[in-house]
């Protein structure tokens, strides 16, 4: 996550955490009047709309009172649902053995882009599985990564 992202995690989680749910993860994504701050929330029982509405109305009275951040933008609260995206390397842990895509801020042994199989988590890094090759990679240098459902 960029700067302003882990500044928003670290304001909103409290809040979130006192509604119960956990906060998954939080992405700004920059478009002029366009923008849109999206909030993901997870519980173990799952994330209805009532929920994530409960979430935003929670969130945007913290975020009209700090105001960080200074253009227009769109707030949509939602569950991370089967693509869940990864924000930080412990969220992996629970995944392992799944499958992942990956893309990385810069190449690795020949690869920017990629899908594996999520095989461990040492700290702030993961280690996947790709075309039978590892590939251990710092959560830092992953610019996104989602999990890839399987359909049986």
Not at 38 to 43: C, F, G, K, L
Not at 127 to 144: C, H, M, P, R, Y
Request: negative net charge; glycine residues 6%.
């Amino acid at each position: 996550m960029a700067r302003m992202e882990d500044r928003l995690f670290d304001m909103l989680e409290p809040a979130v955490a006192a509604l119960d749910f956990t906060l998954w993860g939080v992405e700004f994504v920059r478009a002029g009047k366009h923008s849109t701050l999206r909030v993901y929330i997870d519980h173990e029982d799952g994330v209805s709309v009532d929920n994530c509405a409960d979430v935003s109305h929670q969130v945007s009275a913290i975020l009209d009172v700090e105001d960080p951040i200074k253009s227009e933008y769109f707030l949509e609260v939602s569950s991370p649902g089967m693509e869940r995206p990864f924000f930080k390397a412990n969220q992996y842990a629970d995944y392992l053995g799944e499958t992942a895509a990956v893309e990385l801020t810069m190449a690795q042994q020949g690869k920017r882009k990629f899908k594996g199989i999520i095989v461990a988590v040492d700290g702030d890094y993961i280690e996947f599985n790709v075309d039978g090759e590892t590939l251990k990679v710092a959560q830092s240098s992953i610019k996104k990564a989602h999990l890839v459902p399987q359909f049986n």
